[in-house]
């Protein structure tokens, strides 16, 4: 297991963006992260599942054309910039990592492949 620590949360207006950032200790990455958001008395969501090695996300459709995902290998640190927010993207987000060898794509959404998890920090959208 690896500690993540989540940064980048905060208040922002329905349209603007945030970007939020997953600090990864133990001096690489995992064979897989990814980013989760839950909002209260919803079920956990998966939103982007990243294959570190070749840097490739796998978007969920609620997020696809609206968050990006990037990744600086040196600072084992992955980024994910949020635009056009809306405020069903209020939620705590988490970051995760597993390293199981091999994930299929559509299965990188799912929170039983990931066995560290960062404490979350929390993105408020308002009209």
């Known amino acids: 297991q690896v500690d993540l620590v989540e940064s980048g949360g905060g208040s922002v207006q329905a349209g603007g963006s945030l970007t939020l950032s997953c600090k990864a200790s133990?001096?690489?990455?995992?064979?897989?992260m990814g980013w989760f958001r839950q909002a209260p008395g919803k079920e956990r969501e998966g939103i982007v599942g990243i294959h570190t090695r070749s840097g490739i996300p796998y978007y969920s459709d609620s997020v696809t054309g609206r968050f990006t995902h990037s990744q600086d290998n040196a600072k084992n640190t992955i980024f994910l910039q949020m635009t056009s927010l809306k405020l069903e993207d209020s939620a705590m987000y988490y970051c995760?990592?597993?390293?199981?060898?091999?994930?299929?794509?559509?299965?990188?959404?799912?929170?039983?492949?990931?066995?560290?998890w960062g404490q979350g920090t929390q993105v408020t959208v308002s009209s």
């Open positions: 995760a990592a597993g390293d199981m060898a091999f994930i299929p794509r559509d299965q990188r959404l799912t929170a039983r492949f990931y066995d560290s």
């Open positions: 133990g001096g690489t990455f995992a064979n897989y």
